[in-house]
């Protein structure tokens, strides 16, 4: 693949851009990456991206990468351990604590979302990236399954375009699931995080684009489909939220 | 009755991390257990570290697809927990008492639980 135009990457989309790569290896095809511009090539060395075909990984000294990374469906256990080993420690203090913890939370919800219903045999992908100047973290998971419109629209027996569909999956308590195990509040909390947070969620899937910024959501319907699902979170590392409840709780009223 | 049996939570996970379907879903098979055995679950959480509603829901949401509200109010309870992680839980259960309202999905959830039950007798 020649990337001689390529001038910027945002590292987390090594996610969404090493998915569809995957998928073309698949196809017994060897990809190879030339004409790297020196500022892409550094960035996906220092994240692992570039080690996946072929060169060596490089340092990252102000650790701002979170690495490129794939996990079969089952390993959330594995993701939990790299979400870990990638953001404790690196240069990412800024966060409170209570931030820190429903950040984590929030990627293990969309890993769960990717797990639970992609249906995909090939695998999930994540990458992140921390742009300190701007105080932002962004952290995207991408699987090559089934998307969300099909999901969708085989439970709910309509016709939505991709994009209506992911808005539908975002809305309230609404889920696909059915069976034993109940479902429909990983986006929602999610959703109610990024808001209060100031962040943002991005989703492609299909032909579908749906965003939540500045509390509002924007759709839109790509002329070509994407092979999959694609999330990207972006949070607010200078939010100053607490994140903990003001009112206590009984266990006792739990059930 | 005897008194209550207590089910750690990290023993079952082998972690503090409670992340995954799986994982509560063997949380779940133990409360099951020993809720069909007439016997009392005192749930700990001590040294979780990460909870996520899909972990909840396969652990203690699909509970109330095979017991009653008051089944479950009678025989469990938790302990060693967070007020934001209760915060979660409390809307986990919420969740899960509205999706078994769809009389479809309960029935769908009751035959895969017998479905199950088949299952371990025959193995």
């Not at chain 1, 249906?119 to 090559?144: A, E, W, Y």
């Not at chain 1, 696909?176 to 100031?198: A, C, H, S, Y």
């Not at chain 1, 899937?205 to 790509?222: H, I, P, Q, R």
């Not at chain 2, 063997?26 to 009392?40: F, M, N, P, S, Y």
Request: with cysteine; aromatic share 10%; hydrophobic share 35%.
């Amino acid at each position: 693949m020649d990337m001689v135009n390529a001038n910027w990457l945002d590292a987390n989309m090594c996610a969404a851009f090493g998915a569809i790569l995957y998928k073309v290896e698949r196809k017994t095809n060897t990809v190879n990456l030339v004409n790297l511009q020196k500022g892409v090539e550094t960035i996906l060395s220092k994240n692992g991206f570039l080690s996946h075909y072929g060169r060596e990984k490089k340092l990252d000294t102000y650790g701002t990468t979170i690495e490129y990374k794939m996990f079969k469906r089952q390993e959330d256990q594995s993701f939990a351990s790299y979400v870990e080993k990638n953001l404790v420690g690196k240069g990412i203090p800024k966060m409170s604590q209570g931030l820190r913890k429903k950040f984590f939370e929030s990627m293990f919800e969309i890993f769960s979302n990717a797990a639970s219903h992609s249906r995909t045999k090939m695998g999930i992908f994540s990458c992140g990236q921390f742009f300190p100047r701007m105080n932002h973290l962004d952290f995207s998971v991408t699987d090559l399954g089934v998307g969300i419109q099909q999901n969708v629209n085989e439970y709910t027996r309509q016709v939505l375009t991709a994009e209506q569909a992911i808005n539908w999956a975002m809305e309230g308590n609404n889920t696909t699931k059915v069976g034993q195990i109940p479902g429909g509040l990983g986006l929602k909390i999610l959703r109610e995080f990024i808001i209060m947070n100031q962040g943002k969620i991005q989703i492609v899937s299909d032909k579908g684009y749906w965003e939540l910024s500045d509390g509002k959501v924007y759709m839109k319907a790509f002329s070509e489909p994407f092979p999959g699902t694609t999330v990207n979170i972006e949070i607010n590392t200078a939010d100053t939220n607490s994140y903990c409840l003001s009112s206590e709780i009984r266990s006792e009223d739990v059930f | 009755m005897n008194g209550p049996i207590t089910v750690r939570v990290f023993a079952i996970v082998g972690n503090g991390f409670c992340v995954a379907s799986d994982d509560g879903q063997k949380v779940h098979d133990q409360i099951a257990i020993a809720l069909r055995d007439g016997k009392k679950v005192n749930l700990s959480f001590l040294n979780v570290e990460s909870l996520t509603s899909a972990f909840l829901n396969a652990a203690i949401g699909q509970l109330y697809g095979e017991f009653s509200e008051e089944q479950i109010k009678a025989g469990l309870s938790v302990k060693d927990m967070s007020n934001d992680d209760l915060a979660l839980l409390k809307r986990v259960v919420e969740t899960a008492k509205q999706y078994f309202k769809d009389p479809k999905r309960f029935k769908k959830a009751r035959e895969e639980v017998l479905e199950d039950g088949d299952d371990n007798q025959n193995s």
